[in-house]
Each structure stands twice: as structure tokens, then as C-alpha cells.
T-cell receptor, first 114, second 112 residues
Framework: GENVEQHPSTLSVQEGDSAVIKCTYS??????FPWYKQELGKGPQLIID?????GEKKDQRIAVTLNKTAKHFSLHITETQPEDSAVYFC?????????????FGRGTSLIVHP | NAGVTQTPKFQVLKTGQSMTLQCAQD?????MYWYRQDPGMGLRLIYY???????DKGEVPNGYNVSRLNKREFSLRLESAAPSQTSVYFC???????????FGQGTRLTVV
């Protein structure tokens, strides 16, 4: 099955700095790559996603890049703010028996210091 | 529009007890999933249901059973709870393949 590796597990930055989280996946059939943000005590929520036919996507301070050849994708957050502090998960969606199953990385705890 | 609703939010079980975690979505989604979240392990898939009437095992199915009661509801059952099943359980749904998954608020389960 699909295997998603995510790094780093913890990332500490100063407010205003940029943060980058990287993920790799193993199954070349994966074609949908969402990123989720999980705040304390809540379920993960989608913040941005990218499909395999696109190399980059941006939404205000958040951007995601995808390199299909190398099987890796990254989340970039610019001008970080304290409210960006949360756990971030990457995922790869892979076809399996007629369905597409999201497989998640282990998460990155982002801490933004004021 | 409630989205994905999980009950209960918290539960403490004794080893060997059984219980069912309930999940319902009101978005008319076809696919539903049960994940468990443990520190440092991310979200691991227990079972999923691609559509009403079908269920399949995920990465960590041992000790669990599921029922897709109808299109809205997908329950997770622990027949004989073990301390290793102490975790936070998330239910999720999405309308079709390759789309955003919507998550419930989670059930924090402790088995003593």
C-alpha cells in the first residue's frame, strides 16, 4: 500500500518567518495530495490541496508544490502568525479496489513564537 | 449543516468491555472512513466504506468491526476492548475519490 513520510515532526519558527513541511509518497498511482491543519481538540481540516496534473498551487500565504517524478510534495507557509500554530498533516490519495484512500503522514507540530 | 458528527466525545472502558462509536454525516457523501490517531503515528486507517453496503479493512483493522448502516451512518465496534486501543478515533467522509475528506471532532477513548 501507499506509504507517506513527513518531515520534520516538529518545527519552531519566529512570527513572520517562513515554514516548510515536506512529504514523500511511494505509490505512483496517487493523484490527489491534500494538506490538513489540526488544532488542539479538533478534527483535521483541509487548508490546501493539489492534483497530480499541477505542479504548484497558492492560496494567500500558503502554497503547495508537487514533484511527481521524485514523488514528493511540500507545504510552504509565508509570514507565519501565532494562529498558524497547529499540527499539519499531508496525505496522498491512492486508488484501491474502486475507491481512493487517503493515507496520511505522521504530522508536523508547527509552533510560531510571537 | 452539521457535517460529520461523532458520539460519544469521551469514553472510558475497562479491558474486555465492548462499545460502539457512532458516526453520521449529512453531506450525502459516498465514502466514509475510521482512523485512529496516536502520538507520533499520525492518522492510521482502521476501516473504510467506499459506498453504502461495502466495507473494507484498512491498515490497522484487528480488534475492530464496522457497519455501514445506511449512506449517512458508519459505526465502529470494539468487541473486547484492550489498553492498546486507547486512542483518539476520527470518522471522516468524502463525496468521491480524490476529494477533500471532512472529519468529525473525534472520540477520545481510554481503556483501563
Amino acid at each position: 500500500g501507499e506509504n507517506v513520510e513527513q518531515h520534520p515532526s516538529t518545527l519552531s519558527v519566529q512570527e513572520g518567518d517562513s515554514a516548510v513541511i515536506k512529504c514523500t509518497y511511494s505509490d505512483s498511482a496517487s493523484n490527489y495530495f491534500p494538506w490538513y491543519k489540526q488544532e488542539l481538540g479538533k478534527g483535521p481540516q483541509l487548508i490546501i490541496d493539489i492534483r497530480s496534473n499541477v505542479g504548484e498551487k497558492k492560496d494567500q500565504r500558503i502554497a503547495v508544490t508537487l514533484n511527481k517524478t521524485a514523488k514528493h510534495f511540500s507545504l510552504h507557509i509565508t509570514e507565519t502568525q501565532p494562529e498558524d500554530s497547529a499540527v499539519y498533516f499531508c496525505a496522498a490519495s491512492t486508488p484501491s479496489g474502486g475507491s481512493y484512500i487517503p493515507t496520511f503522514g505522521r504530522g508536523t507540530s508547527l509552533i510560531v513564537h510571537p | 449543516n452539521a457535517g460529520v458528527t461523532q458520539t460519544p466525545k469521551f469514553q472510558v472502558l475497562k479491558t474486555g468491555q465492548s462499545m460502539t462509536l457512532q458516526c453520521a454525516q449529512d453531506m450525502n457523501h459516498n465514502s466514509m472512513y475510521w482512523y485512529r490517531q496516536d502520538p507520533g503515528m499520525g492518522l492510521r486507517l482502521i476501516y473504510y466504506s467506499a459506498s453504502e453496503g461495502t466495507t473494507d479493512k484498512g491498515e490497522v483493522p484487528n480488534g475492530y468491526n464496522v457497519s455501514r448502516l445506511n449512506k449517512r451512518e458508519f459505526s465502529l465496534r470494539l468487541e473486547s476492548a484492550a489498553p492498546s486501543q486507547t486512542s483518539v478515533y476520527f470518522c471522516a467522509s468524502n463525496p468521491r475519490e480524490g476529494t477533500e475528506a471532512f472529519f468529525g471532532q473525534g472520540t477520545r477513548l481510554t481503556v483501563v
